[in-house]
């Protein structure tokens, strides 16, 4: 259901194709014009550093949508990730580039049969982070961003209850009504 929203908000948002890629924003402000150059420059820096990268991202992910969820997100059903448009904005363009791939990351595993499951997650989420920390390594100057990333991995966002907990934010912060989320958060 909650992917089913997220593809709506896609239809739409504003946007164009950077890179070969559909890139869009679920704001229709300036913000929007900053965000969609912002993640021109992370493509254009993978696209640059690691030609093997660039090609399975666009292989792999059919879109971006930058909104207001937190972090980022692959949504299996539609071949396209989430990044929050704090997140592009606040960060660098190596920091975006290193989210693209990370989410690209987990479009090739769910592409090749690695299901996001809870036996699986912590597994995926390593392999993603070692996919954005191999990406960042290639890139002069990025030892903070890559130590960052080692440093990820000593926490677990990656569980179950973390994710509910995010999801819930998320969607308080697209202004859904509580009924909806807590319909949206049951188990099933």
């Known amino acids: 259901m909650r992917d089913l929203l997220w593809r709506l908000v896609?239809?739409?948002?504003?946007?164009?194709?950077?890179?070969?890629?559909?890139?869009?924003?679920?704001?229709?402000?300036?913000?929007a014009e900053r965000v969609l150059e912002?993640?021109?420059e992370a493509l254009r820096l993978i696209a640059a550093v690691d030609q093997v990268s660039y090609g399975r991202i666009r292989?792999?992910?059919?879109?971006?949508?930058?909104?207001?969820?937190?972090?980022?997100?692959?949504?299996?059903?539609?071949?396209?990730?989430?990044?929050?448009?704090?997140?592009?904005?606040?960060?660098?363009t190596l920091d975006l580039a290193m989210m693209i791939v990370h989410e690209a990351t987990h479009a090739r595993?769910?592409?090749?049969?690695?299901?996001?499951?809870?036996?699986?997650?912590?597994r995926v989420?390593?392999?993603?982070?070692?996919?954005?920390?191999?990406?960042a390594a290639k890139v002069p100057g990025s030892e903070e961003a890559v130590a960052r990333s080692r440093q990820l991995l000593e926490t677990q966002w990656w569980?179950?209850?973390?994710?509910?907990n995010r999801s819930r934010?998320?969607?308080r912060a697209l202004g859904?009504?509580?009924?909806?989320?807590?319909?949206?958060?049951?188990?099933?």
């Not at 059903?77 to 904005?89: E, S, W």
């Not at 989420?125 to 990406?135: L, P, T």
Request: with cysteine; hydrophobic share 35%.
């Open 176 to 188: 859904c009504p509580e009924w909806l989320i807590r319909l949206l958060s049951r188990e099933p």
């Open 159 to 164: 569980t179950h209850a973390e994710h509910v």
């Open 125 to 135: 989420e390593r392999i993603c982070v070692d996919a954005e920390i191999a990406f």
């Open 109 to 122: 595993l769910w592409r090749i049969g690695c299901r996001y499951d809870e036996p699986n997650r912590e």
């Open 10 to 31: 896609f239809r739409l948002s504003q946007g164009r194709e950077i890179e070969g890629m559909e890139v869009r924003v679920s704001d229709d402000s300036s913000t």
């Open 169 to 171: 934010r998320e969607l």
């Open 38 to 40: 912002r993640a021109a």
């Open 59 to 92: 292989e792999d992910l059919k879109w971006i949508l930058f909104t207001s969820a937190s972090g980022g997100r692959y949504l299996p059903r539609f071949a396209g990730c989430l990044i929050g448009m704090d997140y592009a904005l606040r960060h660098g």
